[in-house]
Structures are given as structure tokens and as C-alpha cells.
């Protein structure tokens, strides 16, 4: 597959919206009593929300741009005020070409917003199945995050997937290692389940007497 082409005008907006807040905000930190910043390129610079342009463009699923961006050294592991990096954003929008081109430019797929979700967890609210492949495993088809990661509510992707109504993501978690789980409101993924495609999926991984239980699911 080509690479889509990318639009000068656009990546040249991108970079320009955040060097403009990050000027009117060193203008203004004299004023706080605070000391200036050392120099940053302008296309690992930040605004208010420490959004990059490389972020902006993640957020708005412009993966030519995103692209763009990259090859000019762009750091894919910049975080915003909550922690989330581009490839978050990558995750969310399930687009796994651009987690993909991310995680090649050294992003790290195992990480922690400041609400303890990981990429998995947004990848798996989305369903999307490639998606969630690029960031939960190597070449070699191995799970190399922790599919078993708890946001602060105590939920994990399983749960995301099955409260989602994704069947086939559950049933991919469930083949890289996922275990059920109670969150915080006593909920297991079963319990949050939105459709039989689900359940069913959930009901085939419990163990069985005489059948043993392949996907190592835990049932509380």
C-alpha cells in the first residue's frame, strides 16, 4: 500500500498552532516569576494541554501527517497533561497503520495514563482487531504488554471490549491471556457484557468440568 501523500498546508498548520501557544506562553511566564525554557524544536513543542503537533495530528487520525512528522524527529513518547501519548490517540481512533508507524519510531505500548488506562484498553473500546494486535504484540504474534492492566476503576481491556459489545476483541484478548475480572463495582466482564455475541465468547472460555479451561479464564 502507498503512503498517502501529505499536505504541506496541513503539516505546516500543525506545527504553527502549537508554536503560537507555546510563544504567548513563554511571554508570559516573566511575568509568573518563572524562568524561560530552554529551546525546542518546533515540532516537539507544546501548548497548554502539552498537545505536540505530532498528538493534534494523532487526535485528528491524519496519519500522513502523523508520518510527516515523525520523519522530521518527532517524539512519539511526549505525554499530555493526563498522560496520554500520540499513540493513545492512535488507539482510540483504531488505526493501526499509524500504531504501527508509531511504535517503529520507538513508542511505548505499555504505559499509563494518569486513569491507568493503556493503549490496549482504548484499542479495545474500539474493536478494532488489527488495531489491538499492533499494540499488544510482536511480529511473532506474542502478547509483549500486560493484557491483564487495571485502570483506576479496576477495568481492564477485557472489560472495555465486552462493555463495548466487541465479540472478536474479546475473544483476541482472550487468546493473548486475558483473565475476568471484578472491578470496582463487583463487575466482571460477563457482567457488563451488551450482546450474546459477547457471552458467548465469555461462557466458551469458562472452565468446564472434563473440558479444562484453555484460555485460563477466572470465574469469581
Excluded at 517524539?75 to 499509524?98: E, I, S, V, Y
Excluded at 500504531?99 to 474500539?126: C, F, W, Y
Excluded at 466482564?189 to 469458562?206: C, F, I, R, T, Y
Aim: aromatic share 4%; hydrophobic share 40%.
Amino acid at each position: 500500500m502507498s503512503k498517502p501523500k501529505t499536505n504541506p498546508s496541513l503539516l505546516a498548520a500543525y506545527i504553527g498552532a502549537v508554536a503560537t501557544l507555546f510563544s504567548a506562553t513563554v511571554a508570559l511566564l516573566p511575568k509568573l516569576g518563572c524562568d524561560g525554557p530552554k529551546s525546542v524544536p518546533a515540532v516537539n513543542q507544546k501548548d497548554a494541554n502539552s498537545w505536540t503537533p505530532l498528538f493534534m495530528a494523532a487526535r485528528d487520525d491524519k496519519t500522513a501527517v502523523v508520518d510527516a512528522l515523525l520523519a522530521q524527529g518527532a517524539d512519539p513518547n511526549q505525554a499530555d497533561n493526563h498522560g496520554w501519548t500520540p499513540l493513545f490517540q492512535a488507539a482510540r481512533q483504531g488505526n493501526a497503520r499509524m500504531v504501527r508507524d508509531l511504535v517503529a519510531k520507538g513508542a511505548a505500548v505499555d504505559i499509563q495514563s494518569d486513569m491507568k488506562e493503556t493503549p490496549l484498553h482504548l484499542a479495545a473500546a474500539n474493536g478494532d482487531l488489527d488495531t489491538i494486535t499492533a499494540i499488544a504484540t510482536d511480529n511473532d504474534g506474542k502478547a509483549v504488554v500486560n493484557v491483564n492492566a487495571e485502570d483506576i476503576h479496576g477495568l481492564r481491556p477485557l472489560h472495555y471490549a465486552a462493555r463495548k459489545g466487541h465479540g472478536q476483541a474479546v475473544r483476541l484478548l482472550l487468546s493473548l491471556g486475558a483473565e475476568d475480572s471484578k472491578n470496582d463495582q463487583g463487575q466482571t466482564a460477563m457482567d457488563l457484557a451488551s450482546n450474546s455475541e459477547v457471552k458467548d465468547a465469555l461462557k466458551q472460555a469458562q472452565p468446564h468440568t472434563g473440558r479444562g479451561n484453555p484460555l485460563k479464564i477466572k470465574i469469581f
